[in-house]
Nanobody, 126 residues
Framework: QVQLVEFGGGLVQAGGSLRLSCAAS????????MGWFRQAPGKEREFVAA????????YYADSVKGRFTISRDNAKKTVYLQMNSLKPEDTAVYYC???????????????????WGQGTQVTVSS
């Protein structure tokens, strides 16, 4: 069973930064694509960013491109999401997800991810 635990959420003013971490228990973590999704109140869960198994490919939603950076450390079995220039519309619960099936080619759809963390709240005040 794969367990994912997110850390680093909190309250920040607009323009500020946060760094989210996601620690995985999976033995085969280094073969998984990893993704970050978010869900704001009353809205559907949406894709934020994804990274291939070796970090060689990264993908971002247009809304966060240039502000957010996804990275991973396979030795630590951890994936990160550095969020800069935060906006109030970035307020959401952020989820980490693992995709064993698409390690080399991360996907944008939540259905392509098999394991999910419990989420961490990010609140950006104006």
């Amino acid at each position: 069973q794969v367990q994912l635990v997110e850390f680093g959420g909190g309250l920040v003013q607009a323009g500020g930064s946060l760094r989210l971490s996601c620690a995985a228990s999976a033995r085969a973590f280094s073969t998984y694509a990893m993704g970050w999704f978010r869900q704001a109140p009353g809205k559907e869960r949406e894709f934020v960013a994804a990274i291939s198994w070796n970090g060689g490919s990264t993908y971002y939603a247009d809304s966060v491109k240039g502000r957010f950076t996804i990275s991973r450390d396979n030795a630590k079995k951890t994936v990160y999401l550095q969020m800069n220039s935060l906006k109030p519309e970035d307020t959401a619960v952020y989820y980490c997800a693992a995709s064993p099936r698409y390690g080399a080619s991360p996907r944008y759809g939540s259905s392509e991810y098999d394991y999910w963390g419990q989420g961490t709240q990010v609140t950006v005040s104006s």
